[in-house]
């Protein structure tokens, strides 16, 4: 089971940091996903990381202004988001799965097995 928390209102320019954590379990040998999805649009990936390889990648908008941390006992994910504005406004979900590979990009929702419950982000002046 995975758990959200983090969410919160912040202004244009400015930072929250999500949490996605694993109950009773590692999350070693994973990939984690990051996704949001904004009012009247699909859920769109974000960021994904593999817990054994320290493999990151990052969506192109949010480059350089999102990173992805992993604790040391490999039980939760975080997701750090700097700069953040209006547009990165939605709910945002962590998602994981066992042994799943990236390639090239994250991989689609639909590769992994379990998701947390989602967590609320907005960003307005």
């Known amino acids: 089971q995975l758990v959200e928390s983090g969410g919160g209102s912040v202004q244009p320019g400015g930072s929250l940091r999500l949490a996605c954590a694993a109950s009773?379990?590692?999350?070693?040998?994973?990939?984690i996903g990051w996704f949001r999805q904004a009012p009247g649009k699909e859920r769109e990936r974000v960021s994904c990381?593999?817990?054994?390889?320290?493999?990151?990648h990052y969506v192109d908008n949010v480059e350089g202004r999102f990173t992805i941390s992993v604790d040391n006992a490999r039980t939760t994910v975080s997701l750090q988001m700097n700069s953040l504005k209006p547009e990165d406004t939605g709910v945002y979900y962590c998602?994981?799965?066992?042994?799943?590979?990236?390639?090239?990009?994250?991989?689609?929702?639909?590769?992994?097995?379990?998701w947390g419950q989602g967590t609320q982000v907005t960003v307005s002046s």
């Open positions: 009773g379990s590692s999350l070693d040998l994973h990939t």
């Open positions: 998602a994981a799965d066992y042994l799943l590979a990236i390639e090239l990009t994250c991989p689609q929702e639909y590769h992994y097995e379990h």
């Open positions: 990381t593999s817990i054994s390889s320290n493999f990151t």
